[in-house]
């Protein structure tokens, strides 16, 4: 039945791509994202699905598209950029068949990012790929969510549909883009075009809210915990009854402590004793063994150079012999240490150029939104561009910050998210071009030249 569905929505998002070429590349993200194939049993577990539809969206954009506009933001320049520099890195990289490996999907995943702002050009679009990305996302995790809800869970231990640790189906990673879909779910909630706020509406909010927390909690992931306090920070920022807000909060946090799993509270208390905790110290030491690799190599290793590394680390424990507490340190060797941070990962992989490429799209990026935020107020016909800026802005504040602790470098879902960025710069910039030639028009003309297309 699982693959009758998967077979039946595929067919019916390509039928719509011939018709609207952004629906082709809508149904590449879910299939990206969702990973069809690996829950599939048999009807297209063997089939390039993903590689068929990206070659579908490409084709129907270059032959079909009637609207063209070819225009280019200096973040797609910079992933461009950095695709060509990865090119270069993975060709010197000292681990060859490693690094060509993780290139495949890494060129993937930034190539379409590139294409996406091509044809998401308008305001339907951009929150038609909002829904795709956030109801995907919701199926991951609301698995997650009911095993916790029902008493599962632990870290390492909860599996998301399928049992692989890659893409959004690892903990820590879902964890973070779970997080970071809240602000986007609420603009959805309020200023989408589709459909207006209701009950119904406003229920779906509260669920992915609530499987986003208990995600959180399923996953025990300490940079989920953070993500979270960056979102409720900036939602306590734009509230108007701040310590109201603030009352609620510390409330509803306080009556869900008891009902938290002891390994969760456990856990999230080794973020004050790293040098306790082996994950901690250890990725502390490979971040140490990170910077000295660059310190000689400047270019970075390639995809996979993490898996040269040797590091050792002193771990303190503390015993109780009677009444007399004593501490003592052990030492921990470790080979093949991941990176556990998305800059580190860059930093040795890519060396600086890589990593400072990474950096610049994702601050360009911040940048474009505030700005688009400041510029469109509440309370105007426009206050929609400045709430999905501003839900955009969230999200890569989210993602700044939970990928400084896990390796998130190359995350479809992260990169798309910048895309629509682009697109909803570009919608702007489309909007004033149009009105300031509609300006020095004759009125029939201006009509008819600033006419809206809802897709």
Known sequence: MRDLFFVGFMLFMFYLGFRRAYMGALCYIWIDLLQPQEQSYYLINTVPISMISALF????????????????????????LLIAWMFVTTARAELPEVAWAKWDPAWKALGFALFLPLVIRTRLQIEAALMVIVF???????????????????????????????GLFESSTIATVSVGMIPIAIYLYKYNSLFP?????????????ACAILTVIGTEARTGLVCLAIVAFTEWLRSKRKMLWVGAAAIAALSAVPFLPSTFTSRM???????????????LAMWEWTLNYVASNPLGGGFGIWRTSKIEVDLKRESESGNVQSESVQKVTDEARGFHSSYFEMLGEHGFIGFGLFLAIFLVTLVKLLR????FKDGTDDAWLGECARALAVFTLVYMAGSAFQALAIQSTVYYMMALASSLSLYVVRRDDAEKKAAVQPPLMAARRTGVRAA
């Open 372 to 375: 688009l935020r400041a510029r």
């Open 57 to 80: 969206a490409v084709l129907v954009y270059v032959i079909a598209d009637r609207d063209k506009d070819v225009r280019v933001t200096n973040v797609q320049v910079l992933i461009g």
């Open 197 to 209: 706020p209701s009950l119904i509406t406003r229920g779906i909010l509260f669920f992915i809210i």
């Open 269 to 283: 208390g080794t973020i004050k004793t790293y040098n306790e905790d082996q994950s901690a110290s250890t990725r």
């Open 136 to 166: 995907t996302v919701l199926a991951i995790m609301s698995s997650g969510a009911l095993k916790t809800a029902l008493g599962g869970g632990g870290y390492g231990s909860l599996s998301f549909l399928v049992d692989r640790n890659v």
